[in-house]
């Protein structure tokens, strides 16, 4: 299945595409957040979905976020030789964490506001992967059970705030915006090897990122594991699993985002996203 929510931010309804068409929801009765997955909810909706007949919703809705606020977002950094080296890092013998904050989510077509005294706002395609149950120290070997699915994210970073301000990372990543999810949440079924896929990010146009996850440092059931080792993960939590190379960071001299700046990217499966960059007010 493909789910989305539409609609207003925060009053999103919840809904599926089928054949490329998108439907409502809503009668099922529950949003698609932490309680749907812990209860069943995939298997529930399946079987709403072959007894039901599903409003049409018009092409020009707004699309949000596909999962309704997880309880975090576990995101991963240096999980690509190629990014590491482009910006002068050591690649990792262990997983990279930091978290991004839940109030950064946006839908896939959003503006992305560029934070207040920001200099070096910056992009980053990530295959983002959606916990179905309660992870606790998981094994390698069980842990794409605990996988519910799969989505699009783009991990929007401020590098001065992440880098040159001191302390952790998660300074930079969790501005409000900096979390574009979607445009739908894909269960697990519907991709047949999260390990190849080809993921781009295009900015005015012009491709920056073209990579694939068969280059990732740490396969996704290591990620699942090793973050179960230092925190429970809840269903509808997000691992966002790192980025290719190709971000502003790594250019010389590097050029960042401004405002009326469009960012594109995709994943194969997973659909294609589109922001704007505008000015914060």
Not at 60 to 79: Q, T, Y
Not at 247 to 254: D, N
């Amino acid at each position: 299945m493909k789910l989305i929510r539409f609609g207003e931010a925060g009053k999103e309804k919840t809904g599926v595409i089928i054949n490329d068409k998108k439907y409502d929801t809503s009668a099922f009765g529950e949003d698609y957040g932490e309680a749907f997955l812990e209860n069943d909810g995939l298997t529930r909706l399946s079987y709403f979905l072959e007894d039901s007949l599903l409003p049409e919703i018009t092409e020009e809705v707004r699309l949000g976020c596909p999962l309704a606020r997880p309880s975090k977002i576990v995101c991963i950094g240096l999980n690509y030789v190629d990014h590491a080296k482009e910006t002068n890092a050591t690649p990792p013998t262990e997983p990279v964490i930091f978290m991004k904050s839940t109030t950064a989510i946006t839908g896939p077509f959003d503006n992305i506001i560029i934070p207040k005294n920001s200099v070096k706002t910056d992009w980053e395609v990530e295959l983002a992967v959606v916990i179905g149950k309660k992870a606790s120290y998981v094994s390698e070997a069980d842990a794409m059970d605990y996988v519910a699915g799969y989505v699009l994210h783009n991990d929007v970073s401020e590098r001065e705030f992440q880098i040159e301000r001191g302390g952790t990372w998660d300074k930079g990543k969790g501005c409000d915006t900096f979390a574009p999810i979607g445009p739908f949440f894909a269960t697990k079924d519907e991709i047949a090897d999260p390990h190849k896929l080809h993921l781009w990010l295009k900015v005015n146009g012009k491709i920056m990122q073209n990579g694939t996850t068969a280059n990732f440092i740490f396969d996704i059931p290591h990620l699942i594991s090793y973050t179960s080792q230092f925190m429970t993960l809840l269903p509808g939590d997000i691992i966002s699993t790192g980025t290719p190379a190709g971000v502003a960071l790594g250019m010389k001299p590097p050029v960042y985002l401004k405002a009326g700046d469009v960012i594109e990217l995709g994943i194969d499966g997973l659909g294609e996203a589109k922001q704007v960059l505008v000015d914060y007010k």
